[in-house]
């Protein structure tokens, strides 16, 4: 079993679409939805969820304010800046600056702060018209998103060998954080996704920067390839320049954008269009290697 990791060095790269894309063509795999913080994927695969479970991200402060004196002791020792007045000048913590360190608790001269678990997120194991799909929902402002990408993982690969699929397709988030950190860690290969601007060729080359460390092959196919072909030659350039293989260049196409309007992939929704044809040929390549 191969575990393949599909990334964009920032959003916008079409990664979305053509993970779908490549899920139409696999055959006998698990898919994870590794984009924890704007997860998308249901929204093509249409889920209908079997399992779901609970992901803790850690605790928050919550202040009494009957019980809160606003001495401003815990203000002087988070080191977080997360405690503010409110608009009645009554301190409060703000949850998306609090990282849970539990020092305001502890220095608080009248106990009037808990320190609550964050639970406000989920993750679920779905049957779906391509395989199982492992995918989450992480609350507004969440942390700890590498944990919950390497949670799900986890329960991928345990599904995948208790079916003996051939393949774990995940579908990884824009960027380098931690959330593309843990989506890589482990996995066969990377299949990167570029698209011909400017911004996109830095981006990829940040995120080039970060495979390398983990030593596995990478792949790229560059998205809508047509709309610049100047930067597109010094994509291949740089690709070439890094002996990282060009598997597949997909031409803009409305098409793709009515695909995701369907809830299909472009595999569903035009099967005759070329690049229907490409992504048999990306993911054939994929496979031989
Ligand atoms: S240390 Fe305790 S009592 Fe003082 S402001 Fe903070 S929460 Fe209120
Ligand atoms: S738990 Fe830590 S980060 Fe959160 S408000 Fe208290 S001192 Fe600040």
Same mark, same amino acid.
């Given at each position: /079993?191969k575990?393949?990791?599909i990334? @964009? #060095?920032k959003?916008?790269?079409?990664?979305?679409s053509? !993970?779908?894309a490549i &899920?139409?063509v696999?055959?006998?795999?698990?898919?994870?939805?590794n984009d924890?913080?704007?997860a998308?994927?249901?929204?093509?695969?249409?889920?209908?969820?079997k399992?779901?479970?609970?992901?803790?991200s850690?605790?928050?402060?919550?202040?009494d304010?009957?019980?809160?004196?606003n001495?401003g002791?815990?203000v002087?020792h988070?080191?977080?800046?997360?405690?503010?007045p409110?608009?009645?000048e009554q301190?409060?913590v703000?949850?998306?600056?609090?990282?849970?360190?539990?020092?305001c608790?502890r220095v608080?001269?009248e106990?009037?702060i808990?320190?609550?678990?964050?639970?406000?997120n989920?993750w679920f194991?779905?049957n779906t018209?391509f395989?199982?799909?492992v995918h989450?929902k /992480?609350g507004?402002?969440?942390?700890n @998103? #590498?944990?919950?990408?390497?949670?799900i993982r986890?329960k !991928?690969?345990?599904? &995948?060998?208790q079916?003996n699929?051939?393949f774990?397709?995940n579908?990884?988030?824009?960027g380098i954080?931690c959330?593309?950190?843990?989506?890589?860690t482990?996995?066969?290969a990377?299949?990167?996704?570029?698209?011909?601007t400017?911004s996109?060729?830095?981006?990829?080359?940040?995120l080039?920067?970060l495979?390398?460390?983990?030593n596995?092959?990478?792949f790229?196919?560059?998205n809508?390839f047509?709309l610049?072909?100047?930067i597109t030659?010094k994509?291949?350039?740089y690709?070439?320049?890094?002996?990282?293989s060009?598997?597949?260049?997909?031409?803009f196409a409305n098409e793709?954008?009515?695909?995701?309007?369907?809830?299909?992939?472009?595999?569903?929704?035009?099967?005759?269009n070329?690049?229907s044809?490409?992504?048999y040929s990306?993911?054939?390549?994929?496979?031989?290697?």
């Open positions: /079993m575990e393949i990791t990334l @964009s #060095g959003g916008g790269a079409g990664k979305t053509v !993970a779908a &899920a139409s696999a055959k006998n795999a698990v898919f994870c939805d924890v913080d704007a998308d994927l249901h929204l093509i695969f249409n889920p209908e969820i399992e779901r479970y609970d992901f803790d850690g605790t928050l402060a919550v202040i304010p009957d019980v809160c004196t001495c002791i815990c002087e988070c080191h977080f800046d997360a405690i503010h409110n608009a009645i301190l409060e703000n949850p998306f600056q609090c990282e849970g360190c539990r020092l608790e608080c001269p106990g009037a808990e320190s609550v678990y964050n639970n406000n989920h194991v779905s018209r395989g199982t799909l989450a /992480m507004p402002g969440e942390e @998103s #590498g944990k919950l990408v390497t949670e986890k !991928a690969k345990e599904i &995948a060998n079916i699929a051939d774990i397709i579908d990884g988030p824009p954080g959330s593309a950190i843990a989506s890589i482990g996995t066969d990377v299949l990167m996704v570029i698209e011909p400017l996109g060729l830095h981006d990829a080359k940040r080039v920067e495979i390398n460390t983990f596995i092959p990478v790229a196919v560059i809508k047509d610049n072909r100047e030659e994509v291949k350039n690709l070439d320049e890094n002996s990282i060009l598997i597949g260049k997909i031409p793709m954008v009515e695909s995701v309007v369907n809830e299909k992939t472009i595999i569903e929704y035009a099967p005759d070329k690049i044809k490409e992504f990306i993911w054939e390549k994929i496979k031989n290697n």
